[in-house]
C-alpha cells in the first residue's frame, strides 16, 4: 500500500500567517488526496504499456482512501473485496512485488474436486478460445467446470438433463499414464478428435512488471507542494467570514 503523508510542515509554520495556520489540516488533507488522486491515475495510465491487453477489472483495481483532518495521510492500493471474482489484490499483488501467483478461483475449484494436481496451475491450451483480452471466457470456463463436476455450487455443475449428460462427456481429464497434464473437449468419436482446453504447468512466477510505489512516490515527490498551494488557495477562498 502506499501512503502519502505530510511531513516537514511545522518547519514553515513560522512563515504562514494565522489564516493560513488556522487552515492548514484542511489544506494538509485536501493536498494528500488530490496528490494521492494523481498517483492513482499514474499507475492506471501505466497499466496498459506494463500489461498484455489489461481487462476493465484490471484498469479499475485500484482504491484511493483520502486523508482527512483528523488522519494526515492519503493511500493507494489494490481493491481486496471481491464482487462475484477473485479479489483484484489475489492476482494483481504479484505483478506488484513479483513472486509466485496465487491459485485462480477455478483453480482452487479443481484442487477441491481432485481434478488439478496440487502444486500444478492452470495455462490455456492450443484448443481453447481466448476473449480480447487473452483470457478464457467466463462462459467457456463455467462449461468445462460444470461438466467435470467442479463447480462450487453443485446446482451449476451437469444434472441428468440431455445437454448437461453430452457436458459429462465432452469434457475430460487427458492423462500422461498416471500423471493429469490438462483438460481436454470431444469433438468426434475417434480418439483423436479432440481439443486441449486447459493445461496443467507449475506454479507460474512472475518479476515486478508494474513499479506500483515508484510510480506513486514519484508523482508526490513532483506534485504535492503545488497542490498545496492550490488547497491553500482553496481554503483562502472559501473560508468563513
Request: hydrophobic fraction near 40%; aromatic fraction near 8%.
Amino acid at each position: 500500500m502506499f501512503k502519502l503523508q505530510a511531513s516537514g510542515l511545522a518547519d514553515g509554520l513560522a512563515d504562514l500567517t494565522d489564516l493560513e495556520r488556522n487552515q492548514l489540516p484542511f489544506a494538509t488533507a485536501l493536498a494528500l488526496t488530490e496528490t494521492a488522486k494523481l498517483a492513482k491515475q499514474a499507475i492506471e495510465t501505466a497499466m496498459p504499456t506494463v500489461f498484455d491487453r489489461p481487462t476493465p477489472y484490471t484498469l479499475d483495481a485500484l482504491r484511493l482512501i483520502p486523508a482527512t483532518k483528523q488522519r494526515l495521510e492519503a493511500r493507494v492500493w489494490i481493491k481486496d473485496e471481491a464482487d462475484g471474482a477473485a479479489p483484484a489484490s489475489r492476482w494483481l499483488t504479484p505483478e506488484v512485488y513479483g513472486g509466485p501467483r496465487n491459485d485462480k478461483r477455478s483453480e482452487a475449484l479443481l484442487k477441491a474436486r481432485g481434478i488439478l494436481p496440487p502444486g500444478k496451475f492452470v495455462v490455456p491450451g492450443n484448443g481453447v478460445k481466448l476473449d480480447r483480452y487473452g483470457n478464457v471466457g467466463r462462459g467457456q470456463l463455467q462449461k468445462i467446470l460444470s461438466g467435470l463436476g467442479a463447480q462450487g455450487d453443485r446446482h451449476q455443475n451437469s444434472t441428468d438433463s440431455r445437454r448437461s449428460i453430452g457436458n459429462r462427456t465432452r469434457y475430460f481429464v487427458i492423462r500422461r499414464g498416471r500423471e493429469a497434464i490438462g483438460i481436454a473437449e470431444r469433438t468426434g468419436k475417434r480418439r483423436d478428435q479432440m481439443h486441449i482446453l486447459l493445461a496443467f504447468v507449475g506454479r507460474p512466477g512472475y518479476s515486478q512488471a508494474l513499479d506500483f510505489f515508484g510510480i506513486a512516490q514519484r508523482t508526490a515527490d513532483a506534485e504535492f507542494e503545488r497542490q498545496l498551494a492550490l488547497a491553500f488557495d482553496r481554503a483562502r477562498a472559501t473560508r468563513r467570514r
